[in-house]
């Protein structure tokens, strides 16, 4: 629940300015950016995701402790499983929901 | 120290070990809570309790969302998802949370169409690809959660979305902290914090901790230095005599919060006047509900619910557990009715549940070596 999970900005959308392409263990979902309104991630940032919100930008260096407390809790499998049922399990190639 | 060579930085843990050690007056005995289902879990896996002296008792929190909702309010979203209509659709950690007829998936055997979201606006998703449906999605969760169902609302009204509704049952951390607090059978010396929470609500929330209850807190993050170090951060400002908010967290956690995320919530939600939680019973102020201006998608205005007050079973605790006066290993229904396996309440179903966490890393542990005891 309360899962935290680290995430790389790959692609941005110009007609959608609040979602976001993240990539987390080589998984690519959307996430949406608008709590990070105030202080907008650019491609290449890292961010921390709770259930498919950006929450705040981190470092890289904290995105990949964050990775390790993640499997070191045992979560990193249900990290996996939350990231990769963003937008229905639906793989990226699915046109923005507008 | 079993545990110590496996984490990051070792020596960072040990001096921060020792340090707590250092601290620690032997004559005193040091009750500090943490707040949040995430800490206890963490507390539990990286076995930190071995690592603290005995003086010093850690007391969990009421900071799990699922444990704190009381089994009426599972029953009355599951009475709104009768009508065949009704996809009933939310986390996956709410799947197995009893309620009085059982928990969403036993109704989803029994042909309820539930449905798993990772994520609010992913029911919005489900809403648009089933017009003919209406979309019910279960919202849970403290501050860290509630922006987002927020603008998840926002999304729903622009979009003008008719088949979708949220049954909110979102509730805020201060108010439970507060109850704690007021409670005349616990005495705490400090609090760690919660972590992700205060990304949103930042520290300045606390602050009536230390200048008026006179106890120290210390936002916390989640790896096993982060704890230890919040720990040695309390007991400086014990041995002090100090009682201030700090932030151990500060690579994550901005003083003074989420503006963006504090603004939605503002928009959709106002507070209850009141909220019943599991143990600490009514507690004002302390839940968000939906404001009239999105009534439209707001699913206590657009069903009928029963609003029954259901107690747990009579013989399990969940209550005095929540509450810190007993211990997870009290309850009489605990490691034999009540297991991960097959749960009564809702402390033994979530991972932050502290019964879940007990009996996944201490109770094994402790049969295991009552085991090699009698076999000896």
């Known amino acids: 629940m309360c899962l935290a999970i680290p995430g790389k900005i790959v692609e941005l959308f110009p007609e959608e300015r609040n979602l976001a392409l993240v990539e987390v263990a080589g998984v690519r979902r959307r996430v949406d950016l608008g709590l990070l309104e105030e202080d907008r991630p650019v491609k290449g940032d890292w961010v921390l995701i709770h259930v498919g919100f950006a929450m705040s930008k981190i470092s890289e260096q904290d995105a990949l402790d964050q990775m390790n407390t993640l499997a070191m809790l045992g979560e990193a499998e249900a990290a996996l499983q939350e990231i990769r049922g963003y937008g229905l399990g639906q793989e990226d190639g699915d046109p923005p929901v507008s | 120290m079993r545990f110590v060579d496996e984490f990051r930085e070792p020596e960072l843990i040990n001096k921060a070990a020792d340090e707590i050690r250092r601290l620690a007056v032997p004559s005193r005995h040091y009750r500090l809570m943490e707040v949040c289902g995430g800490h206890t879990h963490a507390i539990y896996r990286f076995g930190l309790k071995d690592i603290l002296p005995e003086n010093i008792e850690l007391i969990h929190g009421p900071g799990c969302p699922v444990c704190v909702l009381p089994m009426g ?32 998936l036993e109704h989803k055997a029994r042909g309820m169409d539930v449905r798993i979201v990772y994520s609010p606006s992913d029911a919005i998703k489900l809403a648009q690809a089933n017009p003919d449906r209406h979309v019910m999605f279960f919202a849970i969760g403290f501050e860290t959660t509630a922006p987002s169902t927020a603008l998840t609302l926002m999304r729903a009204k622009s979009l003008g979305l008719g088949n979708f509704s949220i049954f909110c049952n979102h509730v805020t951390i201060i108010p439970a902290i507060r109850a704690i607090l ?14 992700h929470v205060s990304t949103v ?25 982060d704890i230890l170090q919040s720990i040695v951060m309390l007991l400086r400002q014990l041995k002090n005599g100090k009682a201030r908010v700090e932030n151990q967290y500060k690579r994550v956690v901005p003083w003074e919060g989420n503006r963006a995320a504090l603004a939605a919530m503002a928009e959709v939600f106002q507070l209850r006047p009141y909220f019943e939680w599991r143990g600490l019973g009514f507690i004002s102020q302390s839940a968000l509900r939906i404001r009239d201006t999105y009534a439209e998608w707001d699913a206590e205005q657009r069903f009928n619910i029963p609003g029954l007050r259901v107690t747990d079973p009579k013989a399990a605790q969940c209550g005095e557990v929540l509450k810190g006066v007993l211990k997870p290993a009290q309850c009489k229904l605990f490691g034999a009715e009540c297991t991960p396996e097959h749960p009564i309440g809702a402390l033994m179903v979530s991972s932050e549940g502290c019964c879940a966490a007990f009996y996944n890393y201490e109770h094994r542990k402790t049969a295991v070596v009552t085991n090699i005891n009698a076999s000896a």
Do not use: H
């Open chain 2, 73 to 104: 309010r599972i029953d009355d979203g599951l009475t709104m998802a009768q009508d065949p209509d009704v996809i009933f659709a939310a986390f996956g950690d709410m799947m197995r949370v009893p309620g009085t007829q059982g928990s969403p």
């Open chain 2, 182 to 195: 007021d409670s005349p059978d616990m005495r705490l010396d400090g609090f760690v914090g919660p972590g």
């Open chain 2, 201 to 225: 609500i930042g520290c300045r929330p606390y602050e009536w901790i230390a200048a008026n209850e006179k106890k120290p807190i210390v936002v916390s993050g989640f790896e096993p230095l």
